[in-house]
């Protein structure tokens, strides 16, 4: 069964190439918004050094990088979202027989912008938390932890699909998700 999801999946892609754009604009958005970071932060402090520097200190604990990094994690988490919410769209319509185009994806994400972006805080903190875990309790703890995650990412593989297709929301969707995984 998998098999064949792979081939479909293969020939709506050879049918559709508009939906191998989404990748491509959600890169495109990241690189923007972290190479105009690194860009500011390169000529406000006046060379590389430093902002590595400014980089580095993230994993040393230093609390005013940490409040400036994680907003721009969970912008990473819902800009890559948004677009794989696009891309499962047009992928949908493509399955069905339509001609999709990016605007309808891109269109369907901005319809569900807000349950979206409350799943990218929500992923955000659930991998953040398990990972403060994981790096705080030793071997056992992050064994533990990896597996913790790893079935959280089983347990709500299907939560995108359930908001952009079912138009529901946060827990609604998990629920969803894990039924749909069993």
Do not use: C
Request: glycine share 8%; proline share 2%; net charge positive.
């Amino acid at each position: 069964r998998s098999f064949q999801l792979v081939k479909e999946s293969f020939r709506v892609l050879v049918r559709d190439k508009s939906i191998l754009a989404f990748p491509l604009l959600s890169a495109a958005v990241l690189i923007s918004i972290f190479g105009g970071l690194a860009a500011s932060l390169y000529f406000y402090y006046g060379g590389l050094g430093p902002v590595l520097n400014f980089f580095r200190s993230v994993e040393e604990g230093n609390y005013y990088t940490v409040a400036i990094w994680i907003p721009l994690i969970i912008v990473s988490y819902f800009v890559s979202k948004f677009f794989d919410a696009a891309m499962m769209t047009a992928a949908y319509i493509s399955l069905k027989g339509g001609d999709s185009k990016v605007s309808d994806g891109i269109g369907n994400s901005v319809r569900h912008i807000g349950t979206i972006f409350k799943w990218s805080i929500v992923s955000f903190l659930v991998d953040w938390v398990l990972s403060l875990i994981g790096k705080k309790t030793g071997i056992v703890g992050s064994i533990v932890t990896w597996v913790a995650k790893v079935a959280w990412e089983l347990v709500t593989t299907f939560v995108l699909p359930v908001i952009v297709f079912e138009h529901v929301g946060i827990r609604d969707s998990i629920q969803k998700s894990a039924q749909l995984f069993k």
